[in-house]
């Protein structure tokens, strides 16, 4: 997710933005800009690299006093000079930045060269630079609207005209901008904390609505475009409270970004309710496959280990998933027909780089699944699918899971349409069930009430088993990696039918076991599992479809999440396990967000 800052008012409109671009740094970024309208001219300072880059780039003599800055989180185009906003058209007559992804951003582009105009980047947000200049018919507005009308996907933008000195346009649609409303001075952001420390009185935009910004008015205006009166929020959160937007800690902010994160990682990758990825693999490669290995660490790896499941039971091809920290002393049996998938948020850990180095090295393609653009994996990668999770600050990954496994879905069904190992039929259900996953996400961070509930009762239990079969087990052993890492309690995933052989007397009176129950063909075996366990004094949870009457009626607390497909299951089933061990952290008073001994990225071996 990108920064934005916009201003119009009396002051030097550079130090309002750089600073404002500073109170974003927690969103993280890879370059910025801002640019200035002084003189009916627009000057732009933007460049790779973080603000105190950007700040010695800053001419110190420019005092206009109108302008907008970007911190950018890359999403199409490398971190690059030209690639930062603000982005200019060809003309030199409108500026802006925008926070997104625009779509249909290569046909547009294609469609606008062929007229002529000159692109200086990669990115998607040029096109909406240059269509402003296609269609410009002199009122910022009207022309906003033809613009807006052509795009496809998510932004956020602030746009110049460098012939409007007392006014500039912002325009919602996914992305979030906000209006700051001042004293003969307004702002905009993608954010509060942005503009916080100006002012306190905030417009929130809907999508598709646009404000016209003037040193001493704001004109809104509705998707039709009619004007509109929208209330005047006082905003009462601290700064630091704000950067959370108001959530207590990054990691329940990132678990509630989920829906959106999902959504941003299908999107432009659905066409006709098949997948394209645009990976543009060989056919004769695909169908020339016999191994699959996934390569990834902690998280991650669970990532990997939900799609293996998939990938074996659909496409029938063998998956070989391992721990990069293993995975490179254990001589893998990998080659060139060894389609190698490694998975990374952060796209920096030491022991998954060394595992993607050491299955090229034996001939194998490379996947790499990374949240960070132009990262070490992604760099390294024959092919790379970037998850939209937007930057995650907690060191519990959260969204970066939801949103790995949804690329290795996309992946995967794309793998099956090119074999024939995948009824079309069966990609457009899972496809119409993916879309619809958001939603029921929605649904069940809705009822975080019961987490604090489950959180009270199990605080002080020296140690908690996940009990699941099939897919469930991996589920499991997010679900207990989530609450290891951040409440300190110790936690167990065990596949459920396994807990006769040994585990079993571990079970105790009052020792809580949480059974994650989605796999309907396997629903009478965990039924009697959690029979096994409850005969043993535990006290049981379950984590299954709403309308599961029999897990319903066997255990002691039921936690129920809206019915899917069971393919897809594991996107929903470990939302309630993150909720779980969020509020379990709070209430053992844990530093949620940078629990003790972990660090977000390991680039370490
Ligand atoms: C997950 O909550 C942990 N923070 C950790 O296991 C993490 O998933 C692992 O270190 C991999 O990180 P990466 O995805 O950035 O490679």
Not at 339 to 361: F, H, Y
């Amino acid at each position: 997710m990108c920064g934005i800052v916009g201003y119009i008012g009396s002051k030097r409109a550079q130090d309002i933005l750089l600073s404002g671009l500073k109170r974003l740094e927690y969103r993280g970024y890879d370059s910025a800009g801002i640019c200035i309208l002084e003189d009916q001219d627009i000057k732009v300072i933007k460049s790779k690299g973080n603000l105190d880059v950007l700040v010695t780039k800053v001419d110190q003599q420019t005092i206009g006093t109108q302008g907008i800055g970007h911190t950018r989180w890359a999403t199409h185009g490398k971190p690059s000079d030209e690639n930062s906003h603000p982005h200019m058209s060809t003309n030199g007559k409108f500026c802006l930045v925008h926070n997104g992804i625009i779509e249909n951003y290569n046909e547009l582009k294609a469609d606008l060269k062929e007229k002529g105009f000159i692109f200086l980047s990669e990115t998607d947000s040029e096109v909406v630079a240059n269509l402003f200049e296609a269609l410009d018919d002199g009122n910022l507005l009207t022309t906003a609207r033809k613009v807006t009308a052509q795009l496809e996907g998510s932004y956020a933008l602030c746009v110049l005209n460098k012939e409007n000195t007392d006014e500039f346009l912002v325009v919602r649609k996914d992305s979030p901008l906000v209006v700051g409303v001042g004293e003969g001075e307004n702002f905009i952001a993608s954010d509060i904390p942005a503009i916080l420390e100006y002012t306190k009185k905030i417009y929130i935009l809907d999508d598709d609505e646009m404000a016209l910004i003037k040193r001493d008015a704001v004109e809104i205006y509705d998707k039709s475009g009619d004007r509109i009166t929208k209330k005047l929020r006082e905003i009462t959160w601290t700064l630091e409270s704000a950067e959370k937007q108001g959530y207590e800690h990054f990691m329940l902010k990132e678990i509630n970004e989920q829906p959106e994160a999902i959504r941003k990682t299908l999107a432009g990758r659905i066409k006709n309710d098949m997948v394209d990825l645009g990976l543009n693999m060989e056919e004769e490669y695909v169908k020339a496959i016999n191994k699959i290995a996934i390569v990834a660490c902690g998280t991650a790896n669970y990532a990997g280990r939900v799609a293996a499941h998939l990938i074996e039971d659909k496409l029938r091809i063998p998956v070989l998933v391992s721990y990069a920290s293993e995975f490179r002393y254990n001589n893998p049996i990998i080659d060139e027909k060894t389609l190698t998938i490694v998975i990374s948020q952060s796209g920096e850990t030491a022991d998954t780089l060394a595992g993607l180095r050491e299955a090229k090295s034996r001939g194998a393609k490379i996947v790499a699944v990374t949240n960070v653009v132009e990262s070490s994996v992604a760099r390294e990668a024959d092919y790379v699918i970037y998850t939209h999770a937007g930057p995650e600050i907690a060191v519990a990954s959260t969204k970066a899971y939801s949103t790995q496994i949804a690329a290795l879905y996309l992946l995967l069904m794309e793998l099956g349409q090119i074999r024939g190992s995948l009824e079309d039929e069966t990609i457009k259900l899972w496809v119409k069930e993916m879309l619809a996953i958001p939603e029921k996400i929605q649904t069940i961070l809705g009822n975080c009430e019961l987490f604090k509930g489950f959180a009270e009762n199990i605080k002080d239990s020296s140690s908690l088993f996940f009990i699941g079969r099939g897919v469930d087990s991996v589920s499991c052993l997010e679900g207990a990696l989530k609450l290891k890492e951040i409440s300190y309690i110790h936690a167990e995933a065990y596949p459920a039918g396994e807990l006769k052989h040994g585990t079993l007397a571990l079970i105790t009176d009052n020792v809580p076991v949480i059974a994650v129950a989605t796999n309907g063909l396997m629903l009478d075996k965990i039924i009697s599992n959690i029979e096994e366990v409850k005969t043993r004094g535990a006290i049981t949870y379950g984590v299954a479809f709403e309308d599961e009457q029999k897990i319903k009626e066997e255990v002691d607390y039921f936690i129920p999440i809206p019915r899917v497909v069971d393919a897809i299951a594991p996107l929903l089933a470990v939302v309630p396990l993150q909720l779980l061990a969020y509020y379990t952290s709070v209430v053992k008073g844990n530093d949620v967000d940078k629990p003790r001994n972990l660090a977000k990225s390991v680039t370490v071996e």
